[in-house]
């Protein structure tokens, strides 16, 4: 960073920059990432020549390789698909029928069912039950 810059740069008693944060255009992230790829170069380097944090250039590498540092990449391969409006499907106006109140949440004993199959078999069941899934056990369990 040379003095001019430092000069611009506010900070607090910290040292902490307090001042705007400065844009940097893909063109001058994609620069400096290529100087990075240079054979020798150190990422803190190009980093500190330029007056930005490593951190952030390891970040503008990672863009880099992942092709989002491309000049016009982002607008390239874009292109607009055609849209119909249409009418908004109108919602009905009949009233549903309320719920049916919930069971007494104080009961909190265990739900259990045993059934017995005429062929021997027995199931058990404890808690919720789903009827599609007891039904295909059940026709199972029939056919043994």
């Not at 390789?65 to 106006?93: D, I």
């Not at 549903?96 to 909190?108: L, S």
């Amino acid at each position: 960073m040379d003095a001019s810059t430092e000069k611009d740069v506010a900070t607090d008693s910290l040292g902490r920059r307090t001042g705007p944060r400065r844009q940097h255009s893909i063109e001058e992230k994609r620069r400096i990432v290529e100087e990075t790829h240079v054979r020798g170069a150190s990422v803190a380097t190009v980093a500190r020549r330029h007056g930005v944090n490593a951190n952030q250039v390891f970040s503008w590498r990672q863009l880099y390789r992942q092709g989002l540092l491309e000049p016009k990449g982002a607008t390239a391969g874009a292109s607009m698909l055609p849209v119909k409006v249409s009418t908004p499907t109108l919602m009905p106006t009949e009233r549903v029928a309320p719920a049916a109140p919930k069971a007494d949440r104080r009961d909190r004993r265990p739900r259990l069912i045993e059934i017995k199959l005429a062929n021997g078999h027995s199931i058990l069941l404890h808690g919720r039950v789903h009827a599609r899934s007891l039904a295909r056990v059940i026709d199972l369990l029939l056919r043994r």
